[in-house]
């Protein structure tokens, strides 16, 4: 009992130790930035009108099914309003109203439609989240100029040590999702994504061979998972920033992952020591020694220790689901399995309506886009199938509507991935228990495998 | 550092174990052949070797199809009319291996690499307006060089075949609209009314050889297109190799959506057919040929696919292993093959006598479209048409 109270003594002095909030405003004015260039890019891509205004179906999160979109001229001002409060951040201008806005303009269009999932945009929404609590403004901010009454130049280690964790997280069960035969075992499906960028100068003719997809994953695999150690200890720090900025650059080089590489790299320098921009910056540093070290944490470290705990727990609740969560896609989002498997999938609903019976192709009511992503997920074609029955109901009855549904996961032969019997009009779409609609994985290796090296 | 030896070894057992399934995939050593780069330049080489031969094939059906058209206007009989309609078949044939083939110029513009619409202003089907050309015909649009800036859907092989084959003196318009409400169509008469339709048909036939000569040219060793078709890297239409693949099989996916779904589907009533069968759904209306429309479509699908006696994609597969899908692929091809040459009648009547035969056709491109959408694409990491880039993770 007296070790337990000395070890959260020894938390509570290292967890409200007054340190520079240089590294923290330097979080903040490039989380800032980056969000502001995503926007722009956003939206000269013409993604806003491809993602939320032409699609006429909306894939809906449980429990969020009352978020609409709200038509052409109300998402550009969504999104105008989101790169203004973004570009707020990043200069620290009525900073706490700039980061509220942002996060909930950024998790309604996220919340919009379940299609346009990333990991990176969760990551978004979380750090944003994380940000709304933590006073990035007291140092190199509009508000520090304009307010004599924001606080000092320091913040408290325990803020930095939640975005530090944050990051930390995706690293590590990233890591923890590359432990699987496909990408331990038979490369994949990086030896796909590989053997298809062999046009790639220099190095590309190497990259047809399930040796370099070999080692690129075990290398992949490694990096994830001890990434944040070697960041966490100081004298590996520098070498393995060095090696983090080298692995996403190489990342952004093979795939299209979009903003995820920058976010990587800018929002590892969180691990850095708190005062680490200054030796870029000119300025009065903060007197670290002058600062009231409070006795208590704040109520907001009380959400923070939530908030982690949720984060630990909700990548691994795939383990309560059967099969393999990357052919049931149960429990899939959330959990950082980034980039661990390559799915396609065929979707044609039988639709069956007194006596006649039809097929309904996802085509009718989904952009390609929507449909490469809905193809493999279950959850989504369950989603479709209500959809269509309540677009096939009549004053008398409501259709049948079953689903032929294939998919082809990480190079296998493909397999049906739903049930073909089953009236999934009558499903209803719940979080527990386990959808027994969803058929087993199939357990043949993926096409072309090379013979295990130890065989 | 014994536990930590240990603990890797109970972690990799642990990954091995699942491995412990019954092989059923022949390992193949793709070391062997360190040419998959050189196989991908080949076999984008040799799909525009097929295009441009194919284009080639075309031009001369339809010029030939123009100079019996002419002789159908300067001497009209039923022996020139039937040589029409022959040279009409012929060139259909052709056509209908090149709508498998719609890559680059002939693509939509704004919707594939390098589009022009050429494909929409040979042929426009499922677009197509029969009275759009009855009011065309009405209002002489086809004279001079009106016909060319008029809508799609009044000139290419389909209004062609509208004019040529539609024996009916009555137009396709409702009864409410202009021309039949001000009695201007029927102020015509029969005779004026064939008249008007051999030299519209000229007209079409004439801008059908320009368009035909126009995409092949594209298509043309040393032309623009085509290097920047053989030679991605210079960025100037497409990116990359994998962009090129991404273009061939968005083509091949003519199978599913315009063969599978609209011009079987439809018409024996699966798909977006509100009645038991909609017949009025068939592509070949007029001169009854739907059935042959995809026995030529399923031939183009072979050569694209295949790489006739060069690379094609089933060589991509079998060098990355993917033997089964490659065989799979060719055996239900092959079957839809065989299925299409069995029937003895056309569509519109199969539609009434032998709707299991069309639906075990509708059965079995489902299954090569499933195999196309699923391992196909996984196993070559290609892209669905239309797809445009997005960011993934």
């Known amino acids: 009992m007296i070790r337990v109270s000395r070890i959260w003594e020894a938390i509570r002095e290292a967890g409200l130790k007054p340190v520079d909030g240089a590294s923290l405003a330097a979080f903040r004015i490039l989380f800032g930035v980056m969000m502001t260039a995503g926007v722009i890019r956003f939206a000269a891509l013409g993604w806003i009108d491809r993602f939320f205004v032409k699609p006429e179906f909306m894939f809906k999160y449980w429990g969020f099914g009352w978020v609409?979109?709200?038509?052409?001229?109300?998402?550009?001002?969504?999104?105008?309003?989101?790169?203004?409060?973004?570009?707020?951040?990043?200069?620290?201008?009525?900073?706490?109203?700039?980061?509220?806005?942002?996060?909930?303009?950024?998790?309604?269009?996220?919340?919009?439609?379940?299609s346009n999932y990333l990991n990176h945009y969760y990551l978004v929404s979380l750090l944003g989240c994380i940000l709304v609590f933590l006073p990035a403004n007291q140092v190199w901010s509009v508000d520090a100029l304009l307010f004599p009454n924001v606080p000092d130049k320091t913040v408290q280690a325990w803020m930095l040590w939640w975005l530090r964790?944050?990051?930390?997280?995706?690293?590590?069960?990233?890591?923890?999702?590359?432990?699987?035969?496909?990408?331990?075992?038979?490369?994949?499906?990086?030896?796909?994504?590989?053997?298809?960028?062999?046009?790639?100068?220099?190095?590309?003719?190497?990259?047809?061979?399930?040796?370099?997809?070999?080692?690129?994953?075990?290398?992949?695999?490694?990096?994830?998972?001890?990434?944040?150690?070697?960041?966490?200890?100081?004298?590996?720090?520098?070498?393995?920033?060095?090696?983090?900025?080298?692995?996403?650059?190489?990342?952004?080089?093979?795939?299209?992952?979009?903003?995820?590489?920058?976010?990587?790299?800018?929002?590892?320098?969180?691990?850095?020591?708190?005062?680490?921009?200054?030796?870029?910056?000119?300025?009065?540093?903060?007197?670290?020694?002058?600062?009231?070290?409070?006795?208590?944490?704040?109520?907001?470290?009380?959400?923070?220790?939530?908030?982690?705990?949720?984060?630990?727990?909700?990548?691994?609740?795939?383990?309560?689901?059967?099969?393999?969560?990357?052919?049931?896609?149960?429990?899939?989002?959330?959990?950082?399995?980034?980039?661990?498997?390559?799915?396609?999938?065929?979707?044609?609903?039988?639709?069956?309506?007194?006596?006649?019976?039809?097929?309904?192709?996802?085509?009718?009511?989904?952009?390609?886009?929507?449909?490469r992503e809905f193809s493999g997920q279950p959850d989504m074609?369950?989603?479709?199938?209500?959809?269509?029955?309540?677009?096939?109901?009549?004053?008398?009855?409501?259709?049948?509507?079953?689903?032929?549904?294939?998919?082809?996961?990480?190079?296998?032969?493909?397999?049906?991935l739903v049930d073909p019997t089953v009236d999934l009009a009558r499903i209803e779409d719940k979080v527990w228990p386990p959808a027994a609609w969803i058929l087993v994985a199939p357990k043949s290796p993926p096409l072309g495998s090379k013979k295990r090296f130890w065989q | 550092m014994r536990h930590a030896i240990l603990s890797i070894f109970i972690c990799l057992g642990a990954v091995a174990c699942d491995s412990a399934q019954p092989d059923n995939t022949a390992p193949v050593d793709d070391?062997?052949?360190?040419?998959?780069?050189?196989?991908?330049?080949?076999?984008?080489?040799?799909?525009?070797?097929?295009?441009?031969?194919?284009?080639?094939?075309?031009?001369?059906?339809a010029s030939a199809l123009?100079?019996?058209t002419q002789a159908w206007v300067d001497a009209p009989s039923t022996t020139t009319k039937e040589d029409v309609h022959l040279r009409f078949h012929e060139a259909s044939a052709v056509w209908q291996r090149a709508e498998v083939m719609i890559v680059g110029?002939?693509?939509?513009?704004?919707?594939?690499?390098?589009?022009?619409?050429?494909?929409?202003?040979?042929?426009?089907?499922?677009?197509?307006?029969?009275?759009?050309?009855?009011?065309?015909?009405?209002n002489?649009?086809?004279?001079?060089?009106?016909?060319?800036?008029?809508?799609?859907?009044?000139?290419?092989?389909?209004?062609?075949?509208?004019?040529?084959?539609?024996?009916?003196?009555?137009?396709?318009c409702p009864i409410n609209s202009t021309i039949n409400s001000d009695g201007s169509w029927a102020a015509l008469g029969a005779d004026e009314i064939n008249l008007r339709r051999r030299h519209y048909a000229l007209a079409v036939a004439k801008l059908l050889v320009s368009h035909a000569q126009e995409l092949k040219g594209h298509w043309t060793p040393g032309a623009e297109f085509r290097n920047a078709f053989e030679k991605p890297a210079t960025g100037d239409v497409y990116g990359s190799t994998r962009e090129v693949l991404n273009g061939l099989t968005d083509a091949l996916f003519y199978l599913e959506k315009d063969v599978k779904d609209m011009k079987v589907g439809r018409p024996i009533g699966m798909i977006e057919c509100a009645t038991a069968t909609c017949p009025e759904a068939v592509e070949s209306r007029f001169a009854n040929r739907s059935l042959a429309n995809i026995a030529a479509n399923l031939e183009g699908f072979d050569l694209l696919f295949n790489g006739g006696d060069g690379v094609g994609f089933d060589d991509l597969l079998t060098q990355v292993g993917a033997l089964s899908t490659r065989d799979e692929i060719k055996a239900d091809l092959a079957a839809a093959q065989a299925k299409v040459e069995s029937f003895e009648i056309e569509m519109n009547e199969a539609l009434t006598v032998d709707a299991a035969g069309l639906q075990e056709l509708y059965d079995l491109l489902r299954n090569l479209s499933t195999l196309l959408k699923t391992e196909f694409i996984t196993v070559l990491d290609l892209d669905l048409p239309q797809r445009a880039d997005g960011d993934n993770d």
């Open chain 1, 68 to 114: 609409e979109p709200l038509g052409p001229s109300g998402m550009i001002a969504v999104f105008t309003l989101m790169g203004l409060s973004a570009l707020m951040v990043a200069i620290g201008f009525y900073y706490r109203f700039a980061i509220v806005l942002f996060l909930s303009l950024f998790s309604y269009v996220e919340l919009l439609d379940v």
């Open chain 1, 165 to 371: 964790f944050q990051m930390g997280c995706v690293y590590f069960f990233a890591g923890v999702a590359k432990f699987s035969e496909d990408w331990l075992i038979h490369a994949q499906p990086l030896h796909i994504w590989l053997r298809s960028r062999v046009e790639l100068p220099v190095i590309g003719s190497l990259l047809q061979y399930w040796e370099v997809a070999f080692l690129m994953s075990w290398t992949g695999f490694l990096f994830d998972l001890t990434i944040v150690f070697w960041l966490l200890w100081g004298r590996s720090r520098p070498l393995a920033y060095a090696v983090l900025v080298v692995f996403h650059a190489f990342t952004n080089v093979f795939f299209a992952i979009g903003m995820f590489p920058i976010i990587m790299i800018v929002g590892a320098t969180i691990f850095f020591d708190p005062d680490w921009p200054r030796r870029f910056v000119r300025g009065s540093k903060p007197e670290i020694g002058n600062s009231p070290a409070s006795r208590r944490f704040p109520k907001r470290a009380i959400f923070a220790v939530v908030f982690c705990a949720v984060q630990i727990l909700i990548p691994w609740r795939n383990l309560v689901f059967p099969g393999n969560v990357l052919w049931t896609e149960q429990a899939m989002r959330w959990s950082w399995k980034v980039m661990v498997r390559e799915k396609n999938g065929d979707v044609m609903y039988r639709v069956k309506q007194g006596e006649r019976e039809f097929e309904v192709s996802p085509r009718r009511y989904l952009s390609a886009d929507q449909e």
């Open chain 1, 381 to 416: 074609i369950l989603q479709l199938a209500h959809h269509i029955a309540d677009v096939h109901t009549s004053e008398r009855d409501r259709p049948e509507v079953r689903v032929d549904a294939w998919a082809s996961w990480n190079g296998r032969t493909r397999a049906r």
């Open chain 2, 31 to 61: 070391s062997a052949d360190p040419s998959l780069v050189a196989m991908r330049q080949d076999a984008v080489m040799q799909a525009a070797t097929i295009i441009h031969d194919t284009h080639v094939d075309f031009v001369a059906v």
């Open chain 2, 66 to 68: 123009e100079a019996a």
């Open chain 2, 105 to 138: 110029p002939a693509g939509a513009m704004g919707n594939s690499a390098g589009g022009m619409d050429l494909r929409d202003k040979i042929y426009s089907w499922p677009l197509t307006n029969p009275c759009r050309v009855d009011q065309e015909l009405l």
């Open chain 2, 140 to 172: 002489k649009g086809y004279e001079g060089d009106k016909l060319a800036s008029q809508t799609i859907n009044v000139f290419g092989l389909d209004a062609f075949e509208y004019l040529t084959f539609n024996e009916a003196d009555s137009n396709a």
